[in-house]
C-alpha cells in the first residue's frame, strides 16, 4: 500500500468512533494544555525578571569599582591607564569612565539633591542614555553648563522647611508612571546648582554660592540614571573647582590613595550579552571589584528552570493520562477490527503497512490533540495576563506590566510535536498487536 492510501484510510478510521474519539482527543488537549501553561508561566517569570534586570542597567555592561585593601602596591585605581586597558580588551566595545558631584539644584523654594554624575563626551552614544522621546542625548546637550536630569529626580524637588510630600512619588496608586509636575526644559522659574546643600535644610551660615546651569532634556524612566543629572566631566570639575576656590574650600586630601582614582566608576560596554562573563574575569584577574547584571540573570536563569522542570513534571502527569487514553483506545480498536485485520494480511497487505496504519491514526489523534491544546493554551495565557494586568494576580507578576504567561514560538512547536510523539509511542503496542494477529483466526472473527 502506498503512503497515501494509509493515511486515508487512518483519517477515515479517526472519524469511525467519533464519540471514543473526541473523549482521547480531549484527553491530549488537557496533557498539552496543563504542559505548555506550566512551562509559560515559568517562561513569563524569566521575561518579567529579565525585564527588571534591564530596567536597573544594560546586561551588556560590566561595572568597574577600584580594589582596596592591602599595601599600597596591591590597590588598583580608575585612571587613563586602566582605560586604555580595557578599551583594547576583547569583545569591549568601550570603556565608559564616570565621575559623581553630590549636589542640589535650586527652584524657587524648592531643592532637589542628588548626584551629578559626569561623563566622557568622545563616548557619549555608548552611555545608552535616552531621552523621554526616544531620541539618544547629544554632545549639543551638553555643551556650557547643559545638564540632562534623570526622569525621577524631576520629581524630588521639595520645600525644605515643609518636607518631603507623598506627591513626590513617580507612580500612581495603581502603580503606573506618573507624567512629570513641570518640565525643566522650558520652565519660566530659574534652576540653580549648589555644592552645599546644608544651607537649605537649616544648616545655618550663609547662603551658599549657586551656578547657572541649562536644563536640556529628562532622560526616559528606568536605568542607571533615574535619580542623577548627566553632565560632561569636565564642565563638572571646573564647577567643583569654582565652588572650592569661591568657597575658600582647601582640598587637603589632594594626595590621598582615593584621589588617585581621577573616575569614580567606569562601566565596560561588551559587544555581546553572552560575552559579559568573560570580559568581567578578565577585569577581576586585573584586581579589580567588578558587578554585572548578568550575574543576577544567572541566578534567576537557574532558579527559573527549576521551577519550570517543576512545572513541567507537574504537567507531564496529565499527558501520562492521554497516553493511557490513546493506547487503549488504540487497543480496543485492534479488537473491533479483528476481521478488518485478517481480510488486509489475506489480500496480502504487509505487516509493515498494518503497523504503519496504527501508528498514523495514534499520530493523528495526539497531533490533533496537541494544536486544539495549544490553542487553548493561548487562550488561557491571554486570560492570565489579562488578569495580570487588570490587577487580579498583581502579586504573581514578576514587574510592572509584564505578562505573567509567555509562549514562545518554540513552545508551541514541542508542544505539539511532543503530543504526537506521545500518539506514536501511545500506539506502539496496539499496533504490533494487529500485526501478530493471525490472518485464518481474525478473518474468522465476527
Known amino acids: 500500500m502506498k503512503f497515501f492510501d494509509i493515511f486515508k484510510m487512518a483519517c477515515g478510521n479517526f472519524l469511525r468512533r467519533k464519540a471514543r474519539t473526541m473523549l482521547t482527543v480531549a484527553g491530549v488537549v488537557i496533557g498539552t494544555m496543563a504542559v505548555v501553561i506550566m512551562i509559560s508561566i515559568g517562561q513569563g517569570l524569566e521575561q518579567g525578571y529579565t525585564e527588571q534586570l534591564k530596567s536597573w542597567g544594560s546586561l551588556t555592561q560590566v561595572q ?20 586604555t586597558t580595557l578599551d583594547q580588551m576583547d569583545h569591549v566595545v568601550a570603556a565608559l569612565p564616570t565621575t559623581r558631584r553630590y549636589a542640589g539644584l535650586v527652584r524657587g523654594k524648592t531643592i532637589c539633591e542628588n548626584s551629578f554624575v559626569g561623563v566622557d563626551m568622545t563616548k557619549l552614544e555608548y552611555y545608552n542614555l535616552t531621552l523621554m522621546n526616544g531620541d539618544p542625548v547629544t554632545a549639543e546637550m551638553l555643551e556650557g553648563n547643559g545638564y540632562i536630569m534623570g526622569y525621577n529626580t ?15 512619588s513617580v507612580y500612581d496608586d495603581e502603580g503606573n508612571i506618573k507624567p512629570l509636575p513641570f518640565d525643566p526644559v522650558t520652565d519660566e522659574t530659574k534652576i540653580k546648582m549648589v555644592f552645599d546643600t546644608s544651607y537649605y535644610w537649616g544648616g545655618g551660615g ?17 536605568g542607571n540614571y533615574n535619580y542623577s543629572f548627566i553632565m560632561d566631566m569636565r564642565t563638572l570639575d571646573n564647577l567643583y573647582k569654582k565652588y572650592q576656590k569661591d568657597s575658600k574650600i582647601k582640598d587637603n586630601n589632594k594626595d590621598s590613595d582615593a584621589n588617585k582614582n581621577k573616575y569614580d566608576t567606569v562601566y565596560v560596554e561588551v559587544d555581546d550579552m553572552n560575552n559579559v562573563t568573560a570580559v568581567q574575569k578578565q577585569i577581576d584577574d586585573l584586581g579589580y571589584n567588578t558587578w554585572s547584571s548578568t550575574e543576577l540573570l544567572e541566578n534567576v536563569k537557574e532558579q527559573m ?23 487503549n483506545t488504540m487497543v480496543m480498536s485492534t479488537y473491533e477490527r479483528t476481521r478488518e485485520i485478517g481480510i488486509m494480511k489475506v489480500l496480502g497487505c504487509k505487516l509493515s503497512n498494518i503497523m504503519e496504519l496504527f501508528l498514523l491514526e495514534a499520530a493523528i489523534i495526539g497531533l490533533c490533540g496537541g494544536i486544539l491544546g495549544i490553542a487553548f493554551s493561548y487562550g488561557i495565557s491571554a486570560l492570565l495576563n489579562h488578569l495580570a494586568t487588570s490587577g487580579l494576580l498583581a502579586s504573581f507578576t514578576a514587574g510592572d506590566g509584564m505578562p505573567i504567561s509567555v509562549i514562545p514560538l518554540w513552545l508551541a512547536i514541542c508542544g505539539a510535536g511532543f503530543s504526537t510523539l506521545v500518539g506514536l509511542v501511545s500506539g506502539f503496542y496496539p499496533a504490533l498487536r494487529a500485526t501478530r494477529l493471525s490472518a485464518l483466526e481474525a478473518i474468522k472473527n465476527e
Open 154 to 168: 524631576v520629581f524630588d524637588f521639595y520645600n525644605p522647611k515643609k518636607g518631603w510630600s507623598e506627591d513626590n
Open 206 to 222: 550663609n547662603k551658599p554660592k549657586s551656578y547657572d546651569v541649562t536644563c536640556t532634556g529628562v532622560l526616559k524612566q528606568g
Open 64 to 83: 568597574v569599582n577600584p580594589s582596596w585593601g592591602g599595601s599600597s602596591e596591591e590597590q588598583k585605581y580608575l585612571d587613563d591607564e586602566l582605560i
Open 305 to 327: 528552570g527549576m521551577i519550570q522542570a517543576v512545572l513541567g513534571g507537574i504537567g507531564a502527569v496529565s499527558f501520562l493520562v492521554a497516553a493511557i487514553g490513546i493506547s
